[in-house]
């Protein structure tokens, strides 16, 4: 089910770049100039107030020094319910600028994908889950993209712990495969000394050549990720028909995609 993520991952992540979103959230006291304030607040609110350790554990890919200086100083803006009446807001102004019509067709079909994720072990897919469901279509398909992506991102760690690959590790080892330039990774905010670091394991691991490149077994490794990623994903997609649902989805996300409000690169490894 990758292809149905990559469509739906736009849908869900033009929250965190839509300047309605901006709007709302500097109305409760956010700084605006760059996005990271705002995002950890939208991204973790559905957690409730939650402490730096969590937010760092459950996104994973972040420095952790990079979360402290964001959390819980954002609860101190404005609380988690604030916050996420000013996404729902920000979302709604945004996809209604955007796109003409969201077919209640493929509200439903991602409404019903997103009620058959397993939440267990899934802590952002559950949190966002059991948020209240909005009514208009395009808010419905906003919504169930969220669960569904972070269902996946969650089951994403899952897979990363099991290949034995730290928070660092993760992105060095991406990275290495061509997913995206080392330097589109600094937005985590690893100190270079941290970065080589990771790199250095992963020479010793087999999996990165001296000049951070993956080797055969990295590339092997890193499929195996996205293989169990994959595989982990698919339950909820059983039932659906991906060919009518791509169908009915791609107008929305080429209408977003073509707004030019996405970065071109991203540490997601799916190109705008």
């Known amino acids: 089910m990758r292809q149905m993520w990559q469509l739906l991952e736009p849908v869900h992540a033009l929250v965190y770049y839509a300047p309605e979103v901006f709007e709302e959230f500097a109305e409760l006291g ?34 952790p020094d990079m979360v402290a200086a964001h959390v819980p100083a954002a609860w101190q803006v404005a609380s988690p319910e604030q916050v996420l009446a000013a996404r729902t807001r920000g979302i709604d102004r945004a996809l209604r600028r955007l796109i003409d019509v969201v077919s209640p067709e493929v509200a439903e079909a991602a409404r019903q994908v997103a009620k058959a994720v397993n939440t267990a072990g899934r802590p952002l897919a559950a949190a966002n889950a059991a948020l209240p469901w909005p009514e208009e279509p395009h808010l419905v398909l906003w919504h169930a993209a969220t669960i569904i992506r972070e269902h996946r991102g969650d089951g994403h760690i899952a897979a990363l712990l099991t290949a034995g690959l730290d928070p660092c590790e993760a992105l060095v080892s991406f990275a290495a495969v061509g997913a995206a330039p080392v330097e589109v990774f600094a937005s985590r905010q690893w100190t270079s000394s941290q970065w080589a670091a990771a790199q250095d394991r992963l020479v010793a691991r087999g999996w990165v050549d001296a000049d951070g490149n993956a080797t055969v077994e990295g590339k092997e490794g890193r499929e195996s990720v996205e293989r169990m990623t994959d595989e982990l994903a698919a339950a909820p997609w059983q039932g659906v028909d991906p060919g009518r649902f791509a169908q009915l989805v791609i107008p929305v996300t080429m209408a977003i995609v073509q707004s030019g409000l996405l970065p071109s690169q991203s540490t997601l490894g799916i190109s705008r």
């Open 30 to 63: 956010y700084e605006v100039d760059t996005r990271w304030p705002s995002y950890f607040a939208l991204r973790a609110a559905p957690l409730g107030a939650a402490s730096a350790e969590l937010v760092a554990a459950t996104f994973y890919s972040f420095n």
